[in-house]
């Protein structure tokens, strides 16, 4: 599903990725994990081909990202911070998304879901945090694409909205999607993830099952086997 | 790119200041037209407007909507859309709004109060073309400037820089170059200098129209053919259009080498 | 007064003589085949009926009052050999021919018709086409010059002549000819109290109309574009200059009109229209300017040397990219209760008179003086906050020049 090798980025003479080669199959929940600074949204932004790499390969679907947009058809993704323009209106702007994907949605369902349809009619600037990120949820999921990224997807929901999201989300694996996750609450992670992708400055530190993870740092509560990732490497 | 520029067009159509930029130039023309009863004078008052009004306006108007659709244009660049689309996208719409506000803005008043049946129609006209190159390119500088400057008040900053220097600078630091080598032939110098600055040019157009009899009292042969024939319309409009092309040129460039 | 008598008496005279005066027709299949001929049988008063057709010749002399008739236009074709008509007797009128071919020469003037020491001429309804000198008036006084069609193809000046000349000629009217394509469409040259009025005298090589040494003399309603240079008049005494227009007079020297050493002259409802210089002012003084257009011209007025006690009022400046120009920093001449469209002032006590005075004379005249290749900065924003300086405390320019009463609206 994804390919990269040998992943270059730096910003300015920050080296945000090196030597980063990362192998993603097909079907799965992967948590993108992190401390901050650490290089998770440039992994990310560089698979959807906002990041332009300085060196490496980077392929999704056995497409090649660099100078090509077709192969985002494909993927689903949640940006972090939804601000939308704000002079649209809920509808407006879920019409075109519409419009500039071409393909079949599922809207009304999702719509439905997460009850928005009191606020389909009000500009997008007037709406709450939560509303907004609920909108957001709404744009990723209506189409069906193999590939979902999701980055922070929890922010701001709702206890109530975060079970049907973990539900949509745990649908979308059911159907043998990817999903990518990246987000700072472990026990999300824990209850979701079926492989952790570490980050550690600019490079894979560590990839597998949460399993794996624990056994690896001998711990036995999940929260904590990531806390003596960052302590074990701090300390080497 | 169609569709993003419509969404951006349709986004500020929608947007207060797209609104506050066209109730400016119709009220504008209204004041005037009111003031002087005279749409000769008018056209000439208009002009000075235009000259440093619409570049300033074009220019403010293009770094804000750039930075305030920083989110939107995220959510964009992760849709299946090539990227130049976008940013000549939204560069589209921007600078379309402007244009249609200000020649909407200005041509209501004017066409309300005769102009169809006067002879100004042609500066008129005129006028407007040249309003309308100058929104594309300050739009398109506004652009570049704000696409290569994350930081939003640096990059405001530079912006009106830029305009001070083209609108006010340009020309003295011109007239002043005259002044001291005015013992040399200067014409064909005098030319090309205003051929840098597009507000130069665009007076230029306008000063063929309103002051070719001061123009044609100068001896030299450069100037008499250039002003003369159509050498210097000809040569105005395609160096205007030079100008349009290239900062947008460079604003598709950039932007598919850009981070996000 | 006498002056009119004096042409009544004269047409009552010929009117008496046609009773006993005969016609005699020229046609090329006549009796008389030729003008030369007919000239030669004709007696005093006698009329000459020339009929259509062509007739191949020169240097024809009428030397005795008579009348030179042509019927739909006969054609004398000079065929470039020298002068075509030469008067030299009182009381001759050459009426409705079509001359062409006149000689061209460098040493000598030849003319189509030349006047020479001859009064009460008419010469009228004359069409001339090819030609180097058109009608010439030598010391030839109380005649008239009317309707008459000069069209001339001059290329250079040097090998080219006037439409119109008059050399020491006095008390003669020059009225509805139309002259193009010549030297000078109109010259004058030592002639007093003319009177010139309804000509059109346009696209000639200089001047649409041309004034030495000439004075008391009158010229309105006339029409001078794309001339050259536009009029001249130059070293004359009280001319008059009513309702005339000059229009599109566009080049390195080109100006409506050129006063230089002009005094007590008048210059009433003109209207000077996209000219390079509207009226360009060297040396003279005592000039009345009243009720004048100046419309779109580079420079309305510009004013070089010495010139004083001149008056402008109730004139209308109308977008000009200059108003005045001057190229000192004195001033002793009077503007007032004229209307700027570039004024900018306001009028409170709603007395139709600005409340601040306006300042004609913009600092960027100066420096375009001084370096002409700045027009290309004219109308610029830098430019503007220069002469808005400049206006607020007058440094290089005369600061007693304004007009302390200007019109808020434009002078009838």
């Known amino acids: ?56 390969n980077l392929t999704v679907l056995g497409a090649s990202v660099r100078k090509n947009w077709k192969y985002r058809q494909e993927i689903d993704y949640l940006p972090q911070i939804a601000n939308f323009p704000g002079n649209l209106k809920v509808r407006e702007l879920i019409r075109m998304i519409k419009d500039l994907r071409q393909k079949p949605s599922r809207e009304q369902e999702l719509i439905t879901l997460f009850g928005l349809e009191p606020f389909l ?102 929260e904590h086997a990531i806390a003596a990732i960052s302590t074990h490497t701090t300390n080497a | 790119m169609l569709k993003i520029l419509k969404y951006s067009f349709y986004d500020l159509m929608r947007s207060r200041w797209s609104y506050v930029y066209f109730l400016f130039y119709l009220a504008l023309g209204f004041v005037l037209l009111f003031l002087n009863q005279d749409l000769s004078k008018a056209v000439i008052t208009l002009m000075n407007v235009i000259i440093v009004l619409v570049p300033l306006i074009s220019t403010i108007f293009g770094v804000m909507y750039f930075y305030n659709s920083k989110e939107f244009t995220e959510l964009l660049l992760a849709q299946p859309l090539k990227r130049t689309s976008i940013f000549l996208g939204q560069y589209l719409g921007v600078a379309g709004s402007l244009t249609l506000s200000l020649v909407l803005g200005l041509g209501i008043p004017f066409v309300l109060y ?11 006209s005129l006028l407007l073309v040249t309003g309308a190159f100058l929104t594309m390119i300050f739009t398109a500088l506004a652009f570049n400037i704000a696409l290569s400057n994350e930081n939003k008040i640096k990059g405001f900053g530079y912006a009106v820089l830029m305009w001070l220097f083209l609108a006010v600078i340009y020309d003295g630091l011109f007239l002043l170059s005259l002044i001291i080598f005015e013992e040399y032939p200067l014409d064909s110098f005098s030319l090309a200098a205003t051929t840098f600055n597009p507000i130069d040019l665009s007076r230029t157009l306008i000063l063929l129209k309103l002051d070719i009899s001061a123009l044609l009292g100068y001896t030299g042969a450069v100037f008499k053919s250039y002003f003369g024939t159509n050498l210097g319309l000809f040569v105005s409009l395609g160096m205007l259009v030079l100008w349009t092309i290239l900062p947008v040129w460079r604003l598709a460039y950039k932007s598919k080498r850009k981070d996000f | 007064m006498g002056y009119y008598n004096r042409h009544l008496l004269v047409l009552l005279f010929l009117i008496g003589n046609s009773l006993w005066a005969k016609t005699i027709t020229v046609c090329p299949d006549c009796k008389v085949k030729s003008i030369k001929e007919g000239i030669g049988i004709a007696s005093d008063y006698d009329t000459l009926l020339i009929k259509k057709g062509t007739y191949k010749e020169f240097n024809l002399l009428v030397d005795k009052p008579m009348t030179l008739l042509g019927e739909n236009f006969p054609v004398i074709d000079g065929e470039d050999r020298g002068e075509i008509i030469r008067v030299v007797s009182d009381n001759v009128t050459i009426d409705g021919l079509f001359i062409i071919n006149v000689g061209t020469s460098y040493t000598t003037d030849y003319a189509a018709i030349r006047v020479v020491k001859s009064e009460n001429f008419l010469i009228q309804n004359v069409v001339l086409e090819k030609l180097f000198f058109g009608i010439y008036l030598e010391k030839s006084n109380h005649g008239k010059v009317y309707h008459n069609k000069i069209v001339g193809d001059a290329v250079d000046e040097y090998n080219s002549g006037n439409g119109i000349q008059l050399w020491y000629s006095h008390h003669v009217e020059v009225d509805r000819n139309i002259v193009q394509g010549v030297r000078d469409g109109i010259y004058l040259e030592f002639s007093d109290h003319i009177t010139i009025n309804d000509n059109e005298s346009t696209n000639n090589l200089r001047y649409g109309l041309h004034f030495m040494f000439s004075d008391d003399d009158v010229y309105t309603n006339n029409t001078f574009e794309k001339n050259g240079a536009g009029v001249a008049v130059m070293f004359s005494k009280r001319i008059r200059m009513v309702g005339n227009t000059f229009r599109q007079n566009w080049g390195t020297a080109a100006f409506g009109m050129l006063l230089k050493e002009i005094n007590d002259a008048e210059i009433i409802g003109n209207t000077f229209e996209e000219n390079t210089i509207g009226i360009n002012i060297e040396g003279s003084n005592r000039i009345t300017y009243r009720n004048n257009d100046f419309i779109n011209n580079g420079w309305a007025v510009k004013v070089l040397g010495a010139c004083y006690t001149n008056s402008f009022e109730h004139n209308n400046f109308l977008y000009n990219s200059f108003d005045i120009s001057y190229n000192s920093k004195l001033n002793d001449n009077k503007f007032e209760n004229n209307y700027w469209s570039n004024y900018t002032g306001y009028d409170l006590d709603k ?53 302390t009463l200007p019109l808020m609206k434009k002078a009838e």
């Open chain 1, 121 to 222: 009619d009000k500009k997008l600037a007037t709406l709450s945090g939560g509303t907004k990120q609920k909108v957001n949820i709404v744009l990723t999921f209506m189409f069906d694409s193999p590939l979902i990224i999701l980055d922070e997807p929890t922010t701001g929901l709702d206890p109530a909205s975060l079970i049907k999201l973990k539900e949509l989300i745990l649908q979308e694996k059911g159907k043998g999607k990817t999903i990518l996750i990246t987000t700072h609450i472990m026990q999300f992670v824990e209850e979701m993830a079926d492989k952790i992708v570490y980050l550690l400055e600019g490079n894979i530190y560590f990839k597998g099952t949460i399993d794996e993870l624990m056994a690896k740092t001998e711990q036995s509560d999940f």
């Open chain 1, 1 to 56: 599903m994804i390919e990269i090798e040998n992943l270059h980025k730096k910003f300015g003479k920050n080296q945000v990725l090196s030597h980063l080669d990362l192998h993603i199959n097909e079907g799965g929940i992967f948590a993108v994990l992190g401390p901050n600074g650490s290089g998770k949204t440039t992994l990310i932004k560089s698979i959807l081909g906002m990041v332009v790499p300085n060196k490496g």
């Open chain 2, 114 to 124: 005769g102009l169809f049946r006067s002879d100004a129609i042609w500066d008129f």
């Open chain 3, 351 to 403: 007395d139709g008179i600005g409340d601040v005075p306006y300042r004609p004379v913009k600092l960027f005249s100066y420096i375009v003086n001084r370096t002409p290749e700045t027009i290309v900065l004219l109308r610029s924003l830098f430019m503007d906050i220069i002469d808005f300086s400049e206006k607020v405390s007058p440094v290089f320019t005369p600061d007693n020049l304004l007009d």
